[in-house]
């Protein structure tokens, strides 16, 4: 059996921020040399989860395993040393054996080189690319490992086809799946997949990890922590992207708005959305985040937890929608918004998502 995680030192040169019971799972299946064929690993949207399928690849191609002479093997650095070129190629996406695989990955069918960018599906032709590359040997490292972001994205016929893959693994190939649910996938995949769960990161420890990784001060990382929600991946990314924080701020406004809003204005917001979806989903995910985010401030206010909000800068809107909204219109709110990220995710129409989501909204009794 696998070593306890709670007793398992982290070793090496981990990335992930946050999450040590995830990160001591891996690292002990690794030592013990029990790693899985599958894993799927479920969390928040940018909690970190394909930084720590990265970081697993690292771990497992490590050029430091490779110490073996009697001599040396006591200075052995623990893998990911993240100093070797393997750990460097693949940090950078750049190693021939480890593969991320998205709805907009090229496959070899593909003639128009724009082809993946306007799918919106992890179709069949890409789980065959897969399996065409999976039964061929390591071209450099130890292991191959593909990556499944937003595994629940795979129609149908994907899901059927890597089904096969995953009863009939290939020798030195390990397949990382990701998604927000284990409830997303067939039971099927699921199944077949040791499952790894990450949470939402507390603010301190992504601050931390800010201040360490990108020696920036304090009180920006603990800005860019609080507003992350628990998610690093959003702390980082808005950390090298201004525009990122920028869009926030905009999303934040308009949503505001929006809880005061008449039904046709709140329907062009849902055709606008509708319409940004299928060329930019990314972007529209972020602004039924901005949505939660913003119910839950009000919430927080509405009990007194004033030092809990994120949208410092909006406290005086967040305060007159606390006081014309009655704590039943904000969790019917929540419930909503929640219901309409569901849809999404299982690839609902978004229109109709939309729709429903501005017609459940409470009205402040005010407007």
Same mark, same amino acid.
């Given at each position: 059996?696998?070593?306890?995680?709670?007793?398992? =030192?982290?070793?090496?040169?981990? #990335?992930?921020?946050?999450?040590?019971?995830?990160?001591?799972?891996?690292?002990?299946?690794?030592?013990?040399?029990?790693?899985?064929?599958?894993?799927?690993?479920?969390?928040?949207? #940018?909690?970190?989860?394909?930084?720590?399928?990265?970081? *697993?690849?690292?771990?497992?191609?490590?050029?430091?395993?490779?110490?073996?002479?009697?001599?040396?093997?006591?200075?052995?650095?623990?893998?990911?040393?993240? &100093?070797?070129?393997?750990?460097?190629?693949?940090? %950078? &996406?750049?190693?021939?054996?480890? #593969?991320?695989?998205?709805?907009?990955?090229?496959?070899?069918?593909?003639?128009?080189?724009?082809?993946?960018?306007? #799918?919106?599906?992890?179709?069949?032709?890409?789980?065959?690319?897969?399996?065409?590359?999976?039964?061929?040997?390591?071209?450099?490292?130890? +292991? +191959?490992? *593909?990556?499944?972001?937003?595994?629940?994205?795979?129609?149908?016929?994907?899901?059927?086809?890597?089904?096969?893959?995953?009863?009939?693994?290939?020798? +030195?190939?390990?397949?990382?799946?990701?998604?927000?649910?284990?409830?997303?996938?067939? /039971?099927?995949?699921?199944? %077949?997949?040791?499952?790894?769960?990450? =949470?939402?990161?507390?603010?301190?420890?992504?601050?931390?990890?800010?201040?360490?990784?990108? /020696?920036?001060?304090?009180?920006?990382?603990?800005?860019?922590? +609080?507003?992350?929600?628990?998610?690093?991946?959003?702390?980082?990314?808005?950390?090298?992207?201004?525009?990122?924080?920028?869009?926030?701020?905009?999303?934040?406004?308009?949503?505001?708005?929006? *809880?005061?809003?008449?039904?046709?204005? %709140? *329907?062009?917001?849902?055709?606008?959305?509708?319409?940004?979806?299928?060329?930019?989903?990314?972007?529209?995910?972020?602004?039924?985040?901005?949505?939660? /985010?913003?119910? =839950?401030?009000?919430?927080?206010?509405?009990?007194?937890?004033?030092?809990?909000?994120?949208?410092?800068? %909006?406290?005086?809107?967040?305060?007159?929608?606390?006081?014309?909204?009655?704590?039943?219109?904000?969790?019917?709110?929540?419930?909503?918004?929640?219901?309409? =990220?569901?849809?999404?995710?299982?690839?609902?129409?978004?229109?109709?998502?939309?729709?429903?989501?501005?017609? /459940?909204?409470?009205?402040?009794?005010?407007?």
């Amino acid at each position: 059996m696998l070593a306890d995680p709670a007793n398992h =030192r982290i070793s090496g040169q981990w #990335r992930t921020i946050g999450n040590p019971s995830a990160i001591a799972f891996l690292s002990g299946a690794i030592d013990q040399h029990r790693v899985s064929h599958a894993y799927l690993f479920v969390g928040p949207n #940018r909690v970190g989860k394909h930084t720590l399928a990265i970081d *697993f690849a690292r771990a497992l191609n490590c050029n430091a395993q490779d110490i073996v002479d009697d001599g040396l093997a006591e200075l052995r650095p623990e893998v990911p040393c993240g &100093q070797c070129s393997a750990c460097d190629r693949i940090s %950078r &996406q750049s190693y021939a054996d480890v #593969r991320t695989i998205t709805a907009s990955t090229q496959t070899s069918k593909d003639a128009d080189p724009k082809a993946g960018q306007r #799918r919106t599906m992890i179709g069949i032709d890409l789980i065959k690319d897969l399996q065409s590359d999976a039964m061929l040997e390591p071209y450099e490292g130890h +292991k +191959k490992i *593909f990556i499944l972001d937003e595994a629940n994205r795979m129609s149908q016929d994907a899901a059927n086809a890597l089904l096969k893959t995953l009863e009939e693994p290939p020798d +030195k190939v390990h397949i990382v799946l990701t998604a927000t649910s284990a409830d997303l996938l067939p /039971e099927t995949i699921s199944s %077949r997949c040791h499952l790894v769960k990450l =949470r939402s990161v507390p603010t301190d420890v992504i601050s931390k990890g800010l201040t360490e990784r990108f /020696e920036i001060n304090q009180d920006e990382a603990q800005s860019l922590a +609080k507003m992350s929600m628990g998610a690093p991946g959003w702390a980082i990314a808005a950390l090298g992207d201004p525009a990122i924080l920028d869009t926030r701020n905009q999303s934040a406004a308009r949503i505001i708005e929006l *809880f005061s809003a008449d039904l046709l204005e %709140r *329907f062009d917001y849902a055709a606008q959305m509708a319409r940004q979806f299928r060329n930019d989903r990314a972007t529209v995910m972020e602004d039924v985040t901005r949505w939660m /985010e913003l119910t =839950r401030d009000i919430a927080m206010l509405q009990n007194g937890l004033r030092q809990h909000i994120v949208f410092d800068d %909006r406290i005086a809107d967040l305060d007159r929608l606390a006081g014309t909204l009655t704590p039943d219109n904000i969790s019917l709110a929540a419930a909503a918004i929640q219901k309409t =990220r569901d849809a999404l995710m299982v690839n609902a129409s978004p229109q109709l998502a939309f729709d429903c989501m501005m017609l /459940e909204m409470p009205t402040p009794v005010d407007s």
